[in-house]
Nanobody, 116 residues
Framework: VQLVESGGGLVQPGGSLRLSCAAS????????MSWYRQAPGKERELVAA?????????KYADSVKGRFTITRDNAKKLVYLQMNSLKSEDTAVYFC?????????WGQGTQVTVSS
């Protein structure tokens, strides 16, 4: 099982980034996929999640609603996090997560730094 995040980097406040997570080794379409983040000295928190169901219902942390969008491509086994209007407080390591009733997988994380 692998979850490999990419797309992180340094961006100025107000800018945008798109994170990608490539999945392999499990039945991707049957897993709920999520993005979490962890800032220095803080606990890991849920940023956004998308269900495995057809249509992929989504949920977001209040702090990112209206700015971030999570999507998935089951054919390519990819999940994305489009991040717009980035703020300094979005600076964190972002982790991809895959969860089913029995298993819970994590990626290694990608750093997002929002700074001028």
């Amino acid at each position: 099982v692998q979850l490999v995040e990419s797309g992180g980097g340094l961006v100025q406040p107000g800018g945008s980034l798109r994170l990608s997570c490539a999945a392999s080794g499990f039945t991707f379409s049957t897993y709920e996929m999520s993005w979490y983040r962890q800032a220095p000295g803080k606990e890991r928190e849920l940023v956004a999640a998308i269900s495995s169901s057809v249509g992929g219902s989504t949920k977001y942390a209040d702090s990112v609603k209206g700015r971030f969008t999570i999507t998935r491509d089951n054919a390519k086994k990819l999940v994305y996090l489009q991040m717009n209007s980035l703020k300094s407080e979005d600076t964190a390591v972002y982790f991809c997560n895959a969860r089913s009733a029995w298993f819970d997988y994590w990626g290694q994380g990608t750093q997002v730094t929002v700074s001028s």
